[in-house]
Structures are given as structure tokens and as C-alpha cells.
């Protein structure tokens, strides 16, 4: 079935509800919606809204959004599996990863640069430091 009809979304968001368990109040509160308006689409007082089509898929990252709009493929997304969707979210969970690592790479270096930093300013103190001595040894001496 390749269908994006809306009483055919619902059913399938009421399938991806009674699949995981969730209570029509549970789901609202995760959507951000009220549990009346989620209510009366259900019963089909209201038409399918956009907000509770984008609430679903924001909240629910396992939920495969070709599945819920086209009917393509399985209701939750497998990370282990070649889809498009899978494939991308792997690559979003990559890059998440190398930019926290590349973070804490940079924080690393900062930390690096400082201490090199403080090591020269130290080593010029001490340098100086060797040089009055020298010039105080060589002035005792000649006393």
C-alpha cells in the first residue's frame, strides 16, 4: 500500500499507540497535545492535524515516518538495517558522536596551549631567576 490518506495515517499512529502500549494520555503528553483534540481526531470529530503528525515523529525516533505517511517499510526503524531512513539516522548518530569528540579535542588543545603557556612564563621567571643568582655568585666573588 503507498497511500498518504489521512484516516490511513491515524491508523496507523493508533497501531504504533496500541503496539507500544502507550495510552491516549501518555501519547498526547509526549506529543504536546491535549488530550481532548488527540481525542476527537481519533474519533474522527477532528481531521488529522499536521501538529499530530510532526509531534509523533519528533517524540518518536524509532518510528519510521515512510511507514506512517506511505505505509513503506516497518513501523520502527531498525539502525542495523540498509533503508534510507536507517542509513541516515546512523550517519545523524555519527556525526553527533564525532562533533562531541571533536569538542572535547578542542577543550584538550585549550587546556594543552595553557599549560604550555604557563610552562614558558615559568621557564623565562626561573631563567631570570638563574641569571641574578649567576651575577650575585660572580659579585660575592670578586668581595
Avoid: H
Avoid at 83 to 99: D, G, H, N
Avoid at 104 to 121: G, P, R
Amino acid at each position: 500500500m503507498d497511500t498518504c490518506n489521512k484516516a490511513d495515517i491515524l491508523q496507523r499512529i493508533k497501531e504504533f499507540r496500541e503496539y507500544t502500549g502507550m495510552s491516549k494520555s501518555t501519547l498526547a503528553t509526549s506529543i504536546g497535545m491535549e488530550q481532548t483534540t488527540l481525542n476527537n481526531q481519533f474519533l474522527g470529530k477532528r481531521g488529522l492535524s499536521i501538529d499530530l503528525v510532526i509531534g509523533v515523529l519528533s517524540s518518536f525516533s524509532e518510528l519510521s515516518a515512510e511507514w506512517l505517511l506511505r505505509d513503506r517499510g516497518n513501523m520502527l526503524l531498525d539502525k542495523y538495517s540498509d533503508s534510507p531512513e536507517a542509513t541516515q539516522l546512523k550517519l545523524y548518530e555519527r556525526i553527533e558522536s564525532l562533533v562531541g569528540t571533536i569538542e572535547s579535542l578542542q577543550e584538550m588543545i585549550d587546556i594543552k596551549n595553557k599549560i604550555i603557556t604557563q610552562q614558558k612564563d615559568e621557564k623565562s621567571i626561573l631563567t631570570n631567576r638563574i641569571q641574578e643568582l649567576e651575577q650575585e655568585i660572580i659579585r660575592l666573588s670578586k668581595m
